[in-house]
């Protein structure tokens, strides 16, 4: 019986219902959109102020803390100021923000108690960024990456492609950590071990080795100075971001812009190789 | 592999309930029965998942040289079958002993209310290993602290309102872990001000600390070891804004009538870029600075208490300013093992930072561990090992 009413009742009305109850569908939409719109407005009223940024627009000044103990990306000078990758990079990054930078001396054990302190409003500190600390903080796109590479002679053909080769890597390195997790993985390939990371790619100069595993710095310092060298595939990625607050987003995205203006005109470029090339 | 397999039969066994429910359901014809079915199955998902790690059977450390510690970092491990891995290869490394921190911000979340379940599991597998553990305590819970909305405190923040709260924590921590926990340290570092809360380090506020914990300690089990200090070597003068000299601050905690408040004192023994046997100097930072603080204590009437490197070690990062090149830091390590053990009759156990992290630091930081997040040794693990147990 209610099969043969519905036959019936489907025979009246148009293919896929396309006019059925029309006002009720447009007063779905209507309710919809007034929900939407509640809710952007609500979300727009209780957006938490950037106290942070708004401090820093007040003094003119943003704070980078940074730990000077890690050369080339940030130390001391004898008379005492701040130099490095990170360094130049901060007074770039606040200069872009119509800021002046100001640098703060923060043990890395002590980065994010800094940060909530309120010691300093961003780390600039060859910092990887850590998933678990995301509730608390937030960083800005990487503008570096320190993972390990290959260093193979410029005329190789090295794709990475690992069977049968020969890698050479300084004795208890992460470069030797990881050459010895790809020895187990992949057949034929051996793995030399040089007491120093110089030795490791003098082995490959001397066509001892068809590469070295070793992290980008060290690789792009060395590449430097022996042209015979080129810097190869690379083999992991440990990125270096700047930490801010998770409570301070306009301070992220004024950062993230100003890091995105420093990579496309070239200047972060310049500031790596000015450290890291020599 | 074992794992794969436990974690391959529980998926079988949990879609063969889940199709015998349904099965169930769909010939279950009264509404009462399906319901129950429902809630049968809901209860056998719902209820509290059985360990699938259990302690193992009791174990013994061989070694041939019982100086030998690791400050391991379980706080934050999460998984019993990551802290049994990881103390189970302390022990085939041949260390007897662990250090390890047991905050308090993680076992009283509100005041009274303590959780010590973590804890528990941590102390019950290094005791299987047959391993001896000496816990750090320290961080302080948020209520212990002053309200966010006054004044921000990072989690080493105390003050002379938190004493006696940490004295009651203290009380029944080792109330609870009498007999299973060898020595307590209190506090990490208070020479630095970043351990300290960011405020002024203060030898006289941590004495008065160390007074009002002690007492408690000792109420809730007298044979429980309390180690104070844990400083960290540095040279930063009086009045620093980021340290005090080590040797500075622990003559000014005797002088603040620190000494009936701590059965033997914990030392940091860093060796940075030098090697082990290199002479100690109040304006150099080494190994062998440990023989300084302990002139210290000698000339404030202290040489009847031992000495307990919690601390010690030397990083092989590629660029941190005083780390050394990986064959090195395994030279210097086993040398650093064998000068203790050969002159310093007053020293107990030295510990090496750090075993292995829960998770990668992600900075220099990660140059210190002897085992990878992932369990693989590193060559100074496996050259310790050698020698230890050899």
């Not at chain 2, 590193?378 to 230890?388: C, G, L």
């Amino acid at each position: 019986m209610g099969n043969a009413m519905r036959t019936a009742n489907d025979k009246r009305q148009p293919p896929n219902n396309a006019g059925g109850r029309p006002s009720n569908v447009k007063w779905w939409w209507i309710a919809v959109a007034c929900v939407v719109i509640a809710a952007i407005v609500v979300l727009v009223m209780t957006r938490r102020e950037d106290k942070t940024w708004r401090q820093i627009q007040h003094s003119g000044i943003v704070r980078f803390g940074m730990d000077p103990n890690y050369w080339p990306f940030e130390g001391l000078t004898v008379s005492g100021e701040f130099a490095g990758v990170d360094a130049d990079l901060a007074r770039e990054l606040a200069l872009r923000l119509g800021l002046r930078a100001e640098l703060v001396v923060v043990g890395s054990d002590g980065f994010y108690d800094a940060l909530t302190a309120g010691r300093c409003d961003a780390i600039i500190s060859a910092l990887m960024p850590d998933p678990k600390r995301t509730w608390d903080f937030a960083y800005t796109a990487p503008y570096f990456d320190e993972g390990l590479v290959f260093v193979v002679p410029s005329a190789s053909r090295f794709s990475g492609d690992l069977a049968g080769r020969a890698i050479v890597v300084e004795f208890g390195s992460e470069g030797d950590v990881r050459a010895r997790w790809l020895a187990r993985r992949t057949v034929g390939l051996r793995v030399l071990t040089r007491e120093t990371s110089a030795e490791a790619m003098q082995t490959v100069e001397a066509g001892l080795a068809d590469a070295s595993l070793t992290d980008t710095a060290t690789a792009r310092q060395y590449v430097a100075a022996h042209p015979t060298l080129r810097i190869g595939p690379r083999q992991t990625s440990s990125p270096y971001v700047i930490a801010v607050r998770a409570s301070a987003p306009d301070l992220l995205r004024a950062l993230n812009k100003a890091l995105a203006q420093v990579q496309a005109d070239g200047t972060l470029e310049h500031t790596l190789a000015r450290w890291l090339d020599q | 592999m074992l794992l794969a397999r436990i974690a391959h039969h529980a998926s079988r066994i949990t879609l063969r309930a889940l199709r015998s429910t349904l099965y169930a359901l769909h010939h279950a014809r009264h509404l009462t029965l399906r319901l129950l079915i429902v809630l049968i199955f809901l209860w056998s998902v719902e209820r509290p998942p059985q360990p699938i790690v259990s302690l193992p059977s009791p174990q013994t450390v061989r070694t041939n040289h019982p100086i030998v510690g690791v400050h391991t970092r379980l706080t934050d491990e999460v998984e019993p079958w990551k802290v049994h891995r990881t103390l189970e290869m302390v022990r085939e490394m041949g260390s007897p002993w662990i250090v390890e921190f047991f905050p308090w911000a993680y076992s009283e979340d509100y005041p009274g209310e303590y959780h010590f379940e973590h804890a528990d599991m941590v102390v019950e597998h290094a005791r299987a290993q047959g391993l001896t553990v000496i816990a750090r305590i320290g961080l302080v819970p948020g209520w212990a602290r002053p309200h966010p909305e006054g004044q921000d405190t990072t989690l080493n923040y105390i003050d002379e309102t938190g004493y006696d709260a940490m004295g009651d924590f203290v009380y029944e921590f080792v109330r609870h872990f009498k007999g299973r926990v060898h020595a307590i340290i209190i506090w990490n570092e208070p020479n630095l001000t970043f351990e300290w809360g960011f405020r002024p380090v203060d030898p006289v506020a941590y004495t008065a600390l160390l007074r009002a914990v002690y007492p408690r300690a000792k109420q809730a089990d007298p044979n429980m070891i309390v180690l104070a200090g844990a400083l960290a070597p540095t040279l930063e003068p009086e009045g620093s804004p980021t340290a005090m000299n080590d040797l500075v601050y622990l003559q000014k905690m005797y002088d603040a009538g620190a000494a009936p408040y701590f059965d033997a004192l914990s030392a940091h023994a860093y060796g940075f870029q030098s090697p082990a046997q290199e002479p100690p100097a109040p304006d150099r930072i080494n190994f062998r600075r440990t023989e300084l603080v302990r002139e210290v204590m000698v000339r404030n009437g202290d040489e009847a208490k031992p000495v307990y490197i919690t601390e010690a070690g030397w990083n092989d990062s590629a660029r941190w300013h005083a780390s050394v090149r990986p064959a090195q830091r395994i030279e210097y390590t086993l040398a650093a093992y064998r000068w203790a053990e050969e002159h310093w009759p007053w020293c107990k156990m030295l510990a090496m930072w750090a075993f292995r992290y829960p998770d990668w630091m992600r900075n220099w930081q990660d140059n210190f561990a002897f085992v990878g997040v992932d369990f693989q040794p590193r060559p100074i693990y496996t050259q310790v090992r050698e020698w230890a147990t050899r």
